[in-house]
């Protein structure tokens, strides 16, 4: 069973920069689909970015385009989300979600499109 592991969350103030990661357990994320999804207290999880296996684009929600970049490293071992320009707004417990597919350019936008998914990791910035 693949399990996703969320690490890298924490405090800062506004205007910081915090890199989240997501690794599998014991394998590598050739031949999946990933995201990041975000939940902010009292508000439904929501889309964040997304990177196909193919790596060839990245997809941003409207909100963190500009800001936020996600990546994966060549061994495919970790797939990061980096967040610049951290403002009180980015508040939420990230989520790290996979999908297996043949499609090498797949990405999805739903949380339904996800089977996978890691325990999240707090961030929170302060104004």
């Known amino acids: 069973q693949v399990v996703l592991v969320e690490s890298g969350g924490g405090l800062v103030q506004a205007g910081d920069s915090l890199r989240l990661s997501c690794q599998t357990s014991?394998?590598?994320?050739?031949?999946?689909?990933v995201a990041w999804f975000r939940q902010a207290p009292g508000k439904e999880r929501e889309f964040v970015a997304a990177?196909?296996?193919?790596?060839?684009?990245?997809y941003y929600s409207d909100s963190v385009k500009g800001r936020f970049t996600i990546s994966r490293d060549n061994a495919a071992i970790t797939v990061y989300l980096q967040m610049n320009s951290l403002n009180a707004e980015d508040t939420a417990v990230y989520f790290c979600?996979?999908?297996?597919?043949?499609?090498?350019?797949?990405?999805?936008?739903?949380?339904?499109?996800?089977?996978?998914w890691g325990q999240g990791t707090q961030v929170t910035v302060s104004s």
């Open positions: 014991g394998r590598t994320f050739n031949r999946y689909a």
């Open positions: 990177i196909p296996w193919s790596a060839r684009t990245t």
């Open positions: 979600a996979a999908r297996a597919t043949i499609n090498a350019d797949y990405y999805g936008q739903r949380q339904s499109d996800y089977p996978l």
